[in-house]
C-alpha cells in the first residue's frame, strides 16, 4: 500500500466518523469510533511490547558478545 492511497484511506475514514459521531449522532459513529479507540489501544499495547521485545534481545546479543 502505497503513502497516498493510506493518506486517503485515513483521512476518509476520519471524515466519515466526524460526520456520524459528531454531526449525525448515529449508532454507526459510535460503532465507528469504539474501533477507532480499539485500534489505538491496540497500537499502544503492542508498541510496547515491540519495545520490550526488542530490549530483551539487545541484552541478550550483548551478553553473548561478551562472553566471547
Not at 466519515?16 to 449525525?24: E, G, M, P, T
Not at 499495547?45 to 541484552?59: C, E, G, N, T, V
Amino acid at each position: 500500500m502505497n503513502k497516498k492511497l493510506f493518506w486517503t484511506l485515513a483521512i476518509g475514514y476520519t471524515v466519515l466518523v466526524f460526520l456520524l459521531y459528531y454531526v449525525f449522532e448515529t449508532a454507526l459513529g459510535v460503532f465507528l469510533r469504539q474501533v477507532s479507540f480499539l485500534a489505538l489501544g491496540f497500537s499502544i499495547l503492542w508498541f510496547i511490547y515491540r519495545l520490550i521485545k526488542d530490549s530483551i534481545r539487545l541484552f541478550l546479543y550483548k551478553r553473548s558478545k561478551r562472553k566471547e
